[in-house]
């Protein structure tokens, strides 16, 4: 059993900057995948940036050149730095551990809201 615990959440104005952090309980050194998504009210989650074996990243087209998914395998961490925060942003936004089939975890969440 892995935990996940995400941080960073608030609320931001349009433009604004927020740095999510995603703490996992164990190594997350030399697993298959590691990422973000968020859900929006009334709507299904969705993927937001992930990080894979060796360093790929994949993003959202909605995200990419605002956000920056990154690990910090020293601390058990995944990141994302998100940028030019935009009011179609707000979500909750979720951690996500992946090592396989029977290997999968998810943080409880941070709310994001970015509005005036």
């Known amino acids: 059993q892995v935990q996940l615990v995400e941080s960073g959440g608030g609320l931001v104005q349009p433009g604004g900057s927020l740095r999510l952090s995603c703490a996992a309980s164990?190594?997350?050194?030399?697993?298959?995948?590691m990422g973000w998504y968020r859900q929006a009210p009334g709507k299904q989650r969705e993927l937001v940036a992930v990080i894979k074996g060796g360093g790929r990243t994949d993003y959202a087209d909605s995200v990419k050149g605002r956000f920056t998914i990154s690990t910090d395998v020293a601390r058990n961490s995944v990141l994302l730095q998100m940028n030019s925060l935009k009011p179609e942003d707000t979500a909750v936004y979720y951690c996500?551990?992946?090592?396989?089939?029977?290997?999968?975890?998810w943080g409880q969440g941070t709310q994001v809201t970015v509005a005036s």
């Open positions: 164990s190594s997350i050194f030399g697993i298959n995948v």
């Open positions: 996500n551990y992946n090592n396989g089939p029977r290997d999968i975890y």
